[in-house]
């Protein structure tokens, strides 16, 4: 969804593991999610733009394969003249938590009457809400898929424990944070 007054973007699609061409996230003028854009910091949206996308044929696309860190470029280390903005002191690292595409593991309902259909790529499976994160020493933002069972078509948000849990012990560790709906510990 656009905020009032914006023109809408392109609508996603998002390939199934291994599938071309990758998530189609926006139209050339609008490079991030209306949702990335109001919840990413400013100063982080142009090395994101640089960093996790492409132009591709229908638009702006996720580069494939997906990463789960992303970090933006460090600032120089010297400076003849004073910087033009301090923003590149304060950029924070994306960590982006796709599991059903990054390690194409076969994820299923949790809901009893679906009996452990399949999950799948939402449609609108990156046009939400980024959340920040708290560190012990910094924040991060962290970018998630929703997915969708196709018999009830319940969406999951790829953090979730319902999520987490099917996963084996080498990619629960992966998740780099402990996330409630209400609160974050680490």
Do not use: N
């Amino acid at each position: 969804m656009c905020a009032a007054g914006e023109p809408s973007t392109t609508a996603s699609t998002v390939a199934e593991p291994g599938a071309q061409p990758a998530a189609v996230v926006g139209t050339a003028e609008h490079h991030l999610y209306a949702g990335w854009r109001r919840t990413i910091p400013a100063v982080d949206h142009d090395w994101i733009i640089k960093t996790v996308f492409r132009q591709g044929l229908r638009g702006i696309e996720m580069r494939m394969p997906l990463k789960l860190w992303h970090s933006p470029p460090p600032p120089p280390m010297t400076y003849s003249q004073p910087p033009r903005s301090p923003d590149p002191f304060f950029a924070s690292r994306l960590v982006h938590w796709a599991p059903y595409h990054m390690f194409q593991v076969k994820l299923s309902c949790p809901q009893t009457q679906c009996e452990g259909h399949r999950l799948t790529s939402s449609t609108t499976a990156y046009e939400h809400t980024v959340r920040q994160i708290v560190d012990i020493d910094s924040y991060y933002s962290m970018a998630s898929e929703y997915l969708e069972c196709t018999k009830c078509k319940k969406r999951y948000i790829s953090w979730s424990d319902d999520i987490l849990q099917q996963l084996d012990l080498a990619h629960q560790r992966l998740f780099p944070a402990v996330l409630t709906y209400r609160y974050v510990t680490m």
